[in-house]
């Protein structure tokens, strides 16, 4: 027992924590969080910038006709058509958002709460797809509702997603529908 005791008594404390360093690492932490922060905002105000050419975004007009289809979900982003990485942040169209779609014969008119809200002429739609991811979010094969319009000189795509997937394949068969009709009657 005796060598116990004075095995106890022969060990060191433990050194103290040294206050003045730990808050100095952690002040250093929150000042390179707080500049990689600042960095990404510059570099979206920057996108911004180099996309001012892109128009105004239209407005839905007043008398827009009855609705052949409604959408609640969520919009994802738009891109340069066919470049799904390339993302369009002027006039808010970079903004992820909920979502509600309303597809009449005027066009498509998107209701963004907190962002805003535009509309995509009969005239200016391409085409909808379903695909897997758009700039920021990717999920599985069909789970994206694309849709192609042309807005100035750009094609554009913008992703969706409703609250319920299945109604995807009704909006592409639809959306399809109408830029067939606008293209046989353009010949």
Not at 36 to 44: F, N
Not at 60 to 71: I, R, T, V
Not at 148 to 159: F, I, N, R, V, Y
């Amino acid at each position: 027992m005796s060598t116990l005791i004075t095995f106890a008594a022969e060990q060191k404390s433990a050194e103290v924590t040294d206050w003045a360093a730990r808050i100095g690492w952690v002040v250093g932490l929150l000042l390179f969080v707080a500049l990689l922060y600042w960095l990404m905002r510059q570099g979206w105000k920057w996108r911004g910038t180099l996309q001012s050419d892109l128009p105004e975004l239209p407005t839905a007009p007043d008398q827009a006709g009855p609705a052949k289809l409604e959408l609640s979900g969520r919009y994802h982003a738009s891109t340069t058509a066919g470049q799904w990485l390339d993302r369009i942040v002027a006039h808010g169209l970079g903004t992820r958002s909920r979502v509600e779609l309303t597809l009449t014969d005027a066009g498509l008119e998107v209701v963004r709460p907190g962002a805003q809200d535009f509309f995509i002429p009969a005239a200016s739609l391409r085409e909808a797809r379903l695909d897997k991811g758009i700039a920021g979010k990717v999920l599985a094969e069909g789970g994206l509702l694309v849709v192609t319009w042309a807005h100035g000189d750009k094609l554009l795509d913008s992703g969706f997603r409703s609250d319920h997937a299945a109604e995807h394949a009704a909006w592409v068969e639809a959306i399809n529908s109408m830029t067939t009709t606008s293209t046989e009657g353009a010949r």
